[in-house]
C-alpha cells in the first residue's frame, strides 16, 4: 500500500462515508493524475443503500492533492522542513437525477441541512444549483438532473503529515452530514424514471 497523507485522507474518508451506513456507487471510484500540471485527484460516488442503478440521489466527492501540495509535502518528508503546509481540496456533489421534470431549484436548495460539517481550516463553500437536461438522438427529453456543490480544503500541519490517523477526525464529520443531506433530498416529492435495473 502506497505510504502517503492521501491514501490517509482517502481511507479517512472512506470510513466515515462507509460508517454513516452508505453504499459506493458500483465502478464509480477513479484515481487519476494530470500528466501535463501533475495534479492529482481520487474521485468516488456513494448513496443511500437500495436505490438502484444509477441512484436516484448520490453524492459525488473528490479529494485533489495539487502539484503544490506534492513539493511542498515532498520538502517536509525528504528535508524535514516545514514551511508551507500542504492542502488537499475537498468536493461534495449532490445530485439528484433520473428526473421526470426539473424541479424548482429553491425546491433543492431549501431541502439542504442548515449548517455543513467543519472539515478544513476554510469553511465549507456551496455553490448554486446546475440544471442538466439529457436529450436523446432525436432530441427527445429523456431526462433531467440537478446537482449542488461544496468545496473546502484541508490544510495539512507536521502533526498529521507525521501521523495521518488524524484525519479521521478531520473527515470523520462528513459521512453523517452526507447521508442526512441524500436522505432529506430523497424525501422530496419529485417523480424519478426507474432505475436501469428496474427496467424490463
Excluded: C, K
Amino acid at each position: 500500500m502506497l505510504d502517503h497523507v492521501l491514501t490517509d485522507a482517502i481511507g479517512a474518508l472512506r470510513d466515515a462515508l462507509e460508517g454513516a451506513f452508505l453504499e459506493r456507487q458500483a465502478f464509480e471510484e477513479r484515481f487519476q493524475a494530470d500528466v501535463l500540471l501533475g495534479d492529482v485527484t481520487w474521485e468516488t460516488s456513494y448513496a443511500v443503500p437500495g436505490e438502484g442503478l444509477p441512484a436516484r440521489v448520490q453524492a459525488d466527492i473528490s479529494l485533489g492533492w495539487p502539484t503544490w501540495s506534492q513539493t511542498a509535502y515532498r520538502t517536509w518528508y525528504l528535508e524535514e522542513s516545514f514551511t508551507d503546509a500542504p492542502r488537499i481540496e475537498v468536493e461534495v456533489v449532490f445530485r439528484v437525477q433520473r428526473l421526470t421534470a426539473l424541479p424548482d431549484p429553491m425546491v433543492i436548495v431549501a431541502a439542504l441541512p442548515d449548517e455543513e460539517p467543519s472539515i478544513g481550516t476554510e469553511s465549507v463553500e456551496r455553490i448554486g444549483p446546475t440544471l442538466e437536461t439529457v436529450f436523446g438522438p432525436l432530441l427527445d427529453v429523456e431526462s433531467h438532473a440537478v446537482e449542488i456543490s461544496y468545496q473546502t480544503s484541508v490544510e495539512l500541519d507536521e502533526a498529521t503529515l507525521e501521523d495521518g490517523s488524524a484525519l479521521d477526525s478531520r473527515f470523520g464529520a462528513i459521512g453523517g452530514w452526507v447521508t442526512s443531506t441524500l436522505v432529506r433530498l430523497g424525501d422530496l416529492p419529485l417523480t424519478f424514471h426507474p432505475a436501469d435495473d428496474d427496467r424490463g
